[in-house]
């Protein structure tokens, strides 16, 4: 059984930094494409970094690219994201998700910003950002 939890949100003041993570269980995460999505209040869900794991190849939206980094553990079968330089912006629920379907980079590069590509998802962590 495929499971996701994610963990190390919290509240910073703006230009703090946070390390969230996304530990999986149910299957090893080498070889597929996992993401970080995000949904503030009011807004819809939103792709935020996407790592295909069989070669650590990343992806960004336009919005965190220079502050996040998102990257893998594959000793904890955990991705990270370290957000850098918080705006009240980023304040939102972050979420994980893997998407089992696709083990080469060439399916990630084209979807990992897509929702719908991904089969599983964790219950999110909350970020708050205050000005």
């Known amino acids: 059984q495929v499971q996701l939890q994610e963990s190390g949100g919290g509240s910073v003041q703006a230009g703090g930094s946070l390390r969230l993570s996304c530990a999986a269980s149910?299957?090893?995460?080498?070889?597929?494409?996992m993401g970080w999505f995000r949904q503030a209040p009011g807004k819809e869900r939103e792709a935020v970094a996407g790592?295909?794991?069989?070669?650590?190849?990343?992806y960004y939206a336009d919005s965190v690219k220079g502050r996040f980094t998102i990257s893998q553990d594959n000793a904890q079968n955990t991705v990270h994201l370290l957000m850098h330089s918080l705006k009240p912006e980023d304040t939102a629920m972050y979420y994980c998700?893997?998407?089992?379907?696709?083990?080469?980079?060439?399916?990630?590069?084209?979807?990992?910003?897509?929702?719908?590509?991904?089969?599983?998802w964790g219950h999110g962590t909350q970020v708050t950002v205050s000005s």
């Open positions: 998700a893997a998407a089992l379907r696709y083990t080469s980079s060439y399916g990630c590069a084209n979807f990992w910003a897509q929702q719908g590509a991904y089969d599983y």
């Open positions: 790592i295909y794991t069989g070669g650590a190849t990343t």
């Open positions: 149910g299957y090893t995460i080498g070889k597929y494409c």
